[in-house]
């Protein structure tokens, strides 16, 4: 019997308006993209010298993913806040805060490891970003 591993991942999170607590709710599938499959494959062997992934980016492109991406458009990244790990799952918390990548519409994010490589990315379709609201979410990963 041969083993497949099969990696999905899919991307939560909320926007609050802080003025009126308005909360929308998000949720939308992403695509592992082939440097992000690099890096898994480098990690299975103890290549990667700590380089994990440690940040998330948000930008302005609003083209759907494929596999050949490498860069967020007009990107903004920053530190993750916490990862929790079990047997078939990584759970990446994130926020963005109301002071935090203002004056953009965001339609892309995606998760970094330490060398800035694209490990995986998630087009939405189009938040405003403004001091008045913040994000807050999950990126889960599952194997």
């Known amino acids: 019997m041969i083993d497949k591993i099969t ?13 009126t607590r308005e909360e929308t709710h998000y949720h939308f599938k992403n695509l592992i993209v082939n440097a992000g499959l690099s890096k898994l494959a480098l990690l299975t062997s103890g290549s990667l010298n700590n380089n994990f992934i440690n ?3 948000f930008g302005t492109n609003s083209t759907a993913p494929t596999t050949g991406d490498t860069t967020l458009t007009g990107s903004y990244i920053k530190a993750i806040d916490s990862v929790t790990v079990n047997s078939s799952q990584v759970v990446v918390n994130w926020s963005l805060g109301d002071n935090e990548y203002n ?4 339609y892309e994010m995606g998760l970094l490891t330490g060398d800035n490589t694209l490990f995986n990315r998630a087009v939405n ?18 194997f």
Request: proline share 0%; glycine share 14%; hydrophobic share 40%.
């Open 7 to 19: 990696l999905t991942g899919h991307l939560d999170f909320v926007l609050l308006n802080r003025v």
């Open 125 to 142: 379709t189009g938040i405003q970003k403004t001091s008045a609201n913040s994000l807050s979410g999950t990126w889960t990963l599952n």
């Open 103 to 106: 004056g953009i519409t965001i």
């Open 55 to 57: 940040q998330i980016g």
